[in-house]
């Protein structure tokens, strides 16, 4: 479900920074051309990936049928990938004059954002035990796989690319 809304929600800004395309001056015009982008996202994730295999034991108890044993355990891959693309402008103006254009042209950008990244990730095999009760027998094998955790995290914001054609 995180997934989910977290690449809806992405989408949905890359859908609102869509170019702002201005078009001006004809035939020596000079009009003056004036594009204003003004962004503020506050983007807060909270991520929690927690993989394990560990937390097994063998009791070994004097008459029972129960005399040692082992503990073989898989690996445990714990992997997070968060990604936002914030506040992002691409600005293009195309002034078509044959004569030469003498308006003025003026972008401006303004962004402000706030990211929050809170990233807790996890990955266990350990916690196996094999206990001896009452003379039972003590014999007996843990084997722990592989714990290995990644996370990466990649932040763009406030990203403006302007390009001005006369």
Same mark, same amino acid.
């Given at each position: %479900?995180?997934?989910?809304?977290?690449?809806?929600?992405?989408?949905?800004? %890359? %859908?609102?920074? %869509?170019?702002?395309?201005?078009?001006?001056?004809?035939?020596?015009?000079?009009?003056?051309?004036?594009? +204003? $982008?003004?962004? *503020?996202? !506050?983007?807060?994730? #909270? /991520?929690?990936? #927690?993989?394990? #295999?560990?937390?097994?034991?063998?009791?070994?108890?004097?008459?029972?049928?129960?005399? =040692?044993?082992?503990?073989?355990?898989?690996?445990? *891959?714990?992997?997070?990938?968060?990604?936002? &693309? /914030? $506040?992002?402008?691409?600005?293009?103006?195309?002034?078509? !004059?044959?004569?030469? !254009? &003498?308006?003025?042209?003026?972008?401006? $950008?303004?962004?402000?954002?706030?990211?929050r990244n809170e990233v807790d990730i996890t990955a266990q095999t350990g916690?196996? +035990?094999?206990? &001896?009760?009452? @003379? @039972?027998?003590?014999? =007996?094998?843990?084997? &722990? =796989?592989?714990?290995?955790?990644?996370? +990466?995290?990649?932040?763009?914001? $406030? #990203?403006?690319?302007?390009?001005?054609?006369?």
């Amino acid at each position: %479900m995180k997934k989910l809304l977290a690449s809806s929600t992405i989408l949905t800004m %890359m %859908m609102v920074a %869509m170019p702002a395309l201005a078009y001006g001056g004809h035939h020596g015009s000079d009009s003056d051309v004036r594009v +204003e $982008n003004d962004n *503020w996202a !506050c983007v807060s994730n #909270t /991520v929690d990936v #927690t993989a394990q #295999t560990g937390g097994n034991e063998v009791v070994s108890v004097k008459g029972g049928d129960n005399t =040692g044993g082992d503990i073989d355990t898989g690996d445990a *891959w714990a992997t997070s990938y968060v990604g936002n &693309t /914030v $506040n992002s402008n691409e600005t293009k103006i195309k002034a078509s !004059c044959r004569r030469g !254009c &003498t308006g003025d042209v003026k972008v401006e $950008n303004d962004n402000g954002a706030m990211v929050r990244n809170e990233v807790d990730i996890t990955a266990q095999t350990g916690g196996n +035990e094999i206990i &001896t009760v009452k @003379g @039972g027998s003590n014999s =007996g094998d843990i084997d &722990t =796989g592989i714990a290995d955790a990644y996370s +990466e995290v990649i932040n763009v914001v $406030n #990203t403006n690319i302007t390009r001005v054609r006369r």
